[in-house]
Every structure is written in C-alpha cells, then in structure tokens.
C-alpha cells in the first residue's frame, strides 16, 4: 500500500481508504494503493468483506489530470483496479459521498454494490475535458442502467444527484451513515456470498433505433468538439460487442483522445479556470476577504435584473434600487419572468421560487442601502452618472461597504477618485444575461485594496461565476479581444467575403455563432451602432471599400424594416438578397471587383488579431497570464472551449504563423495592428504563449 491508502478494520470488514486531498484524485500511487490493498483483503482470513471510500471532503473525483500529459510509464491503470475488483473473491462495497466522478465512479462500478450519502452526486464528466470514460464507464453504465440513459449521463457529463442516482439504479441505498451502510451491506453480501458484478449483467433491452437516433444527435451538437461523438460511439460497443472487446477499443479511444489536440486544449481550460480563480502573483494567497452579508444593486434593467437575481440565487439579500415606481414595476416584472420561466420548466420548486424572489427588495432610494455590504451599479454606460451616483453612495454607505460598477469599458479608477475611501472600488463585469452567461470580469483600479481583490474572488464563487482579473483599460481584456475579432470579420467584408460566408468560416472553426448572425438576434440597428464605436480603423489610403458606408446603410435598412442579414425560412437562414445587392452596389461604386476571401483566412486573421490584441494585453499588464484571457473568451464570448481560448489556440496554429498574419495585416490596414512587442519577443526566443503561465 502507498501512503495514500489504508486499510482500516471494522470487525471482519476491510474498510480501504483513499486519501489523497484534495479531491482524492486518482494517480498512479492510488491506483497502485488500492490493488495492494484489495489484495491485503483478499489474502487476509479475518477479513470477509470490503469497503471502498475515501477521507476528507469527497470520494475520488476522477483520474489525476495532471499526470495526463507525461503517464508514468508501467503504472498501473485504472482499468488494473476495476479488474482487481472483477477478479476480488470478497465483496467490495462502494461508500460514495461529495462527488464520485470519472474514474471515481468507475471503480465504484466494479464494486458490487454501492451506497451513497444524501448530498452526495455522482457522474462521467469526462467528455467536458475531451476524454470518454476509459476505464469501463461507457460499458458498466449502460448495463446497470440502460444504454440510452447511460448515453445522456456519459455524453452530457453532468451530475447526477444522489436521488436520481438511486432512481436510475447506479446505486443500490442512500444514506447519512454512508461508510456504516456500506459496512453493514458488505457483512450482509459476505453472509449471503451474492458477488454481482456488473460486467456479467446484460444490457437491458432498449429501442436500437432511439439510441442511434441519439446519438446522431449528440454528434451534431457537439459543433466540432470529437469527444461526444467518441463516447456515444464507445457506449454502442456496449451493445454489440462482447464486454472485454468494448473495454480494449475503450482504452485506444480514450488514449487517442488524450492525446489529442482537443483533450489538451480543454485539460487547459480546466486549469487555468482554477488558475484564474486564485489571487494574483504579488498578493498574499492567504488575504481574507471581507465578510458580505448583505448587497444592493442599482439599476433594474437587463443587466442590474440578472445580477440581483445571480445574488439571490447565491442565498444572499439583495436590494435594488431603481429611480422610480415605474422603473422599479419593470425591473421586477424581469425578474419574476426568468423566475418563472424556471419554476415553469421544473427547474425551481415552489417553495425555491418564493425563497429566491423573497430575497430581493427594491427601492427607489439610495439611502436604502446604507447597511450593505457590497453596491454594484448597472445604470447607463455614462461616466458622469456613475460618477454622480458613486458621490451619492459615498455619502450613503458604509465607509467600508464594497462599490462596484457593472461598466464594461468606463476608467473604473474616475469612479474611485470621487468617493470617499477608494481603496473598496473596482469593477464587476457582468455578462449578459447575467445570470446566465459564467464569466465575470473583476476589474482592479490601482489603488484596490488586496482584500478587496480577495473579497471579489469569494463573491465570485459564491454566486458560482468564472473570476478574471484585469486592469483597468478600455474595454478589459474580454472587449478589447472581442472588438479585434469584431473588426477583423468586417475587413473581411471589404476584402469580398459577404457575411454568411464569415459566419460559415467561423462556424466550422467552432463558434457557435457567426458574428453576423449574433447581430441579426440583436438586431442590424443595434449592431450598427455598435460598429459605430467600433468604426474600422484601416488605413484610408488602402484599397478597400469604406465598409462603415453599407454597414450603415444596412443599419438604416434594418431599422425601417426590422430585418436583419438573413431570411429565416424551416429554420434555415439563408442571405437576405437585400444584403448582397447592397454590398455589390457600394463596390461597383467604387469600382472594385469583389475576390472570394477562402476561409482559412478569415479564421486566421479572425485568431491572429486576438492573439496579438492579447499579448499586447499581457505586455500592459492587464492580464496576469495567457490562460485568464483563454478563460475570459470562452466562458464571456462564445469561443469554442475545445481550442483551449485565442492564445492557446495561437501557440497551436504557432506563434510565426501568427506573428507573419499580424504584419500582413498591419501593412494592410495600419494603426491598431501593430505586432505586439510581447509576440515579435516569443517568436526570437522560440517560445510560446503557454510559457508565461503559471
Ligand atoms: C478521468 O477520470 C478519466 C477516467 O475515465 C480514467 C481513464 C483511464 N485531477 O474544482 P476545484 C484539483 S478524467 C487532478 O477548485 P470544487 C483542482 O485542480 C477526470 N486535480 O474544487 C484544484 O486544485 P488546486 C474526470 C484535480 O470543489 C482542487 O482539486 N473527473 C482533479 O469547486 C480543487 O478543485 C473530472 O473531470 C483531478 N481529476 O470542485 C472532475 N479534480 O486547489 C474534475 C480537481 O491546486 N473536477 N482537481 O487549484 C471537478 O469537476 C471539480 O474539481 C470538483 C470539485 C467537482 C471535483
């Protein structure tokens, strides 16, 4: 046995204990701890049973993910474990608490039974970090409860309830004592000498054409990422392969995957999501943060709306204030209609429905306030209001109460320097719905206090968003990336591509959404004034067709008709004839022949432009680490995760390539491209993005 496993005794029971904290993850040295001690239990005559659990905050949460990139040669695997399991003359009870997950939950499906703890949940995510589950998951599952279900639960990667886990099968008890039952079980079992092993049970009848119509379906949503797909294909095994054939094609599917471009670029998601998520190099790890018990937010439009109700979820009060009745009658009629939209969808109970709108107050006056702990503003995007308003709050709250703004480009350090004790302002970057979207920008002026910072972060987690950390600049690091991926969609406009075409570029790179689409759900009239602030900046001695001149005329087209770029028709959006006619009639204007822009280079310049944006970024110190501006795009902008987020998507195309597309670029179009000092640097020294994380 390894230091990371014991084996304690109840009487004649074995009772193998993990403990390898935090979330006792399964690594070689488990792995190999557990078979020494299944084979201590099985060679020990006092011992006539076993248990199977772990110490600490929860049972094993999955294989160890950072021994992924570099296995240790000849250790054992995780499928070693189950087959010592398959192969144990006793039997071995599972005592499942906090979350059994991945690998965690596939040795438990090796035991012969399993018991859980009431809060606890249990689950197969590992499609979320581009893997399947390797070592059994997708051919126990289906036989212990059913193909189509266990395709839903290996597919969608979720977690599954202790009360949904007993109702489905995968355990066989829940209880508080969940070590004792499995004790008591496992006694039981030894008595009765009944070993079920899940490999020996048959799959359970099912409709052949309802699981593949499934499963097509997984394929198609997947949008580019390989793992669904893998899995649901591994899960089919289960039904027309004998169980030891599925479990080698299994374990080549899940080594493929592993290492692959996807697993790798998500494995790094996963990491720098935590990475993110800590207090920056230069501040003390173990700053506390200040206690928040009570909060306000002022302004109950779409954003201030989400972010009471993103608090009120998190159990904490809120109350928010509006200028008046009326505005204070619109706000809450926004936010009863997401509350009941989820009770209506089963996704709240009654009596959560009242709690969540019972925590939320509202007010039409600041001096409500005056006892929070925490204000953030979502008024209008003007400084001389917010800074009217953050005077007003100064004189209202506590002088140690937190102030923060929802703004998503304003100098948030103005803000600090009208209130009285700036060092509790800063800016939380909600995105909208806010109580949707995960990521929030916590943006740090100069003069924040570190427990301020920290106080941010525990919010953060508390309401369940993704943390990042910037500095204050225009735009942070989220817009600022996204108004360079923005304008390099509209060059490509001007270069000859029309806008479906840079839709179906970036759709098939990834996006879930081409940008000319997003901004036919928003609408042409606001997306045109958008592009206003964002007009293009490309050099006017430059060939190309003034694009701003049809965009707004598209605008205005959009305005009286209310059309967008596209027809919608079953479903189908086709290109509004409308568009093209505009956009060849502003060339031929000028006289230039329209080329076709291949996609390949949309998607390039689309990548090259964030890249170089973001190491701009990073030179300016705005962002800490490559890894917070991948989180940053993929959890607030749509990014497909599977490219692991723009620099590590760079650091995959290579850094010269990059750096060759931004000099074209910037020859082409001027101020704004300029190579990134940061990235020409990289380039000469031969490194790469990944190399500044930490
Ligand atoms: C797998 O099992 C493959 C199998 O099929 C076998 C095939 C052969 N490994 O998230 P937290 C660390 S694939 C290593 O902040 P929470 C994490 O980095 C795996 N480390 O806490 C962090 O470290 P640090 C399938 C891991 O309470 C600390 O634990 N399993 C692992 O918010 C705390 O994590 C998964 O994908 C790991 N597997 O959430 C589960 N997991 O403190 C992935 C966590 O240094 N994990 N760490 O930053 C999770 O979903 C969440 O971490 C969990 C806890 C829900 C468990």
Redo the contacts with the bound molecule.
């Keep these: 046995m390894t230091d990371l496993v014991r084996l304690e005794r109840n009487e004649d029971i074995g009772v193998i204990v993990i403990d390898h904290p935090?979330?006792n993850?399964?690594s070689s040295a488990v792995r190999q701890g557990v078979i020494d001690a299944l084979e201590t239990l099985a060679n020990d005559l006092t011992l006539k049973a076993g248990v199977l659990t772990c110490a600490t905050r929860?049972f094993v949460?999955?294989?160890?993910?950072?021994e992924f990139d570099n296995p240790p040669p000849g250790a054992k695997?995780?499928?070693d474990v189950c087959r010592a399991l398959d192969q144990s003359p006793k039997p071995v009870v599972a005592a499942l608490f906090g979350?059994a997950?991945?690998?965690?939950l596939?040795i438990a499906l090796a035991c012969h039974a399993r018991v859980i703890s009431p809060d606890g949940a249990v689950g197969?995510?590992?499609v979320?970090?581009g893997?399947l589950?390797?070592?059994g998951?997708t051919q126990r599952l289906p036989r212990l409860i059913g193909a189509l279900h266990a395709l839903d639960i290996i597919t969608s990667g979720r977690h599954v309830p202790a009360a949904e886990a007993l109702k489905l099968g995968i355990v066989d008890e829940i209880g508080t004592d969940h070590r004792g039952l499995a004790i008591n079980r496992a006694r039981a079992m030894a008595q009765t000498g009944e070993m079920p092993r899940v490999r020996d049970l048959a799959v359970p009848e099912m409709d052949r054409a309802a699981f593949d119509k499934a499963a097509d379906a997984i394929r198609k949503k997947a949008r580019g990422a390989v793992a669904p797909g893998e899995a649901a294909a591994s899960v089919a095994r289960a039904l027309d392969v004998p169980f030891d054939d599925a479990i080698l094609a299994e374990s080549a599917a899940?080594h493929a995957l592993r290492t692959g471009p996807q697993s790798k670029a998500l494995r790094h998601i996963?990491?720098a999501e935590?990475a993110a998520?800590?207090l920056p190099p230069g501040i003390a790890a173990d700053t506390q943060p200040w206690t928040i018990r009570s909060t306000g937010v002022i302004g109950g439009g779409t954003m201030g709306a989400g972010i009471a109700i993103c608090i009120a979820d998190s159990g904490l009060p809120v109350t928010l204030v509006e200028v008046s009745d009326a505005a204070v009658e619109g706000a809450r009629g926004r936010i009863a209609a997401v509350y009941d939209r989820q009770l209506k969808q089963g996704r709240l109970s009654e009596a959560e429905h009242a709690h969540r709108l019972s925590r939320i107050d509202f007010a039409t006056d600041v001096k409500a306030l005056a006892d929070a702990d925490l204000v953030i503003e979502a008024i209008i995007e003007n400084l001389e209001a917010k800074q009217d308003l953050f005077r007003r709050l100064s004189a209202v709250v506590r002088r140690d109460a937190v102030l923060a703004s929802n703004t998503s480009y304003l100098n948030i350090e103005l803000l600090a320097d009208v209130v009285d004790n700036p060092e509790r302002v800063l800016g939380l970057h909600f995105f909208s719905p806010a109580h949707v979207m995960r990521l929030l920008e916590i943006v740090r002026p100069k003069r924040l206090a570190a427990a301020g910072l920290a106080t941010a972060l525990a919010l953060a987690k508390r309401i369940r968003k993704q943390p990042v950390i910037a500095g204050v600049c225009d735009g942070f690091i989220g817009n600022r990336l996204f108004a360079h991926w923005r304008l390099q969609t509209d060059f490509a406009l001007e270069d000859g591509a029309l806008p479906h075409e840079v839709d179906a570029a970036l759709e098939a790179w990834g996006l879930a959404m081409g940008p000319f689409a997003v901004g036919d759900l928003s609408g042409l009239d606001i997306g045109w004034s958008n592009r206003k602030r964002l007009a293009p900046t490309r050099n006017p001695a430059a060939r190309y067709v003034p694009i701003a001149d049809w965009i707004c005329e598209l605008g205005r087209y959009g305005q009286k008709t209310g059309a967008g770029w596209y027809l919608h028709k079953d479903g189908k959006r086709e290109i509004d004839p409308v568009v093209t006619a505009l956009v060849e009639k502003a060339s031929a204007a000028r006289g230039i022949t329209r080329k076709p822009v291949s996609a390949e280079r949309i998607q390039l310049r689309v990548l090259a432009a964030m890249a170089n944006e973001g190491a701009k970024i990073l030179g300016e110190g705005i962002a800490s680490r490559p890894s917070d501006i991948d989180v940053t795009l993929v959890h607030g902008y749509g990014f497909p995760a599977w490219r692991g987020g723009p620099m590590h998507a760079a650091d995959a195309v290579g850094l010269e390539t990059i750096l060759a597309a931004v000099r074209d670029m910037y020859a082409e179009s001027g101020p704004g491209l300029e190579p990134a000092p940061l990235l020409e640097q990289l380039v000469a020294t031969g490194q790469n993005f990944a190399s500044l994380n930490r």
């Design positions: 935090p979330v993850a399964l929860t949460a999955g294989a160890d993910i950072r695997t995780t499928n979350t997950l991945g690998g965690g596939e197969l995510p590992e979320k970090i893997l589950p390797g070592a998951g899940f996963f990491m935590r998520g800590k």
